[in-house]
């Protein structure tokens, strides 16, 4: 096997596809500039998985179509063998083969492309995540900053007038007890 060879089987990796069918795939890395959403805002980088999940499901409908074919043409090919014309059924088989070329080629782009959303899905999650932190952490100390008091402040504070409501309903119910 020659450098360029084991170079390129490198950078694939097998994929079994639906009933069973393994096929080659190059490998994706995480690292892939295209998979990247930096610089983007929570809305672009959402539009930009999203388009990747359109094409996965054009792909996957391409691929559909072209087995179909497949199983058009392998029924004619067997169809003009019972009818005894060999022409016909050599012609019917390479149409065949040529779509079955075609659709592994697809079934390739379709692993591939699965396999990016899955990367780009999780990367959006962890993009969604940090605003939501930013938030949050910007909320406190907004919080802190118009009440003068510290986090853990505001915590104590409210656990006492948590104690404080619970005495109150406490009371009120003893009152109503009472009164029966």
Do not use: C, H
């Amino acid at each position: 096997m020659t450098d360029k060879e084991k170079e390129d089987t490198s950078k694939e990796s097998e994929v079994t596809m639906g009933e069973g069918t393994l096929i080659k795939v190059d490998r994706v890395s995480s690292d892939d500039p295209e998979l990247s959403l930096e610089g983007m805002d929570i809305k672009e980088a959402k539009e930009y998985v999203l388009d990747y999940i359109s094409t996965e499901k054009r792909v996957e409908q391409a691929l559909s179509e072209k087995l179909a074919q497949v199983k058009q043409w392998v029924k004619r090919a067997e169809l003009a063998k019972e009818k005894g014309r060999e022409n016909l059924a050599r012609e019917a088989g390479n149409r065949s083969a040529r779509y079955k070329r075609e659709a592994n080629k697809l079934k390739r782009e379709l692993a591939s492309y699965r396999t990016k959303n899955a990367i780009l899905k999780e990367k959006l999650l962890l993009k969604a995540k940090e605003i939501d932190s930013t938030k949050a952490e910007a909320l406190l100390a907004s919080l802190e900053a118009l009440s003068g008091k510290s986090t853990e402040e505001l915590k104590l504070d409210s656990k006492f007038e948590d104690q404080e409501i619970d005495t109150e309903l406490d009371k009120l119910k003893s009152d109503i007890k009472a009164e029966e």
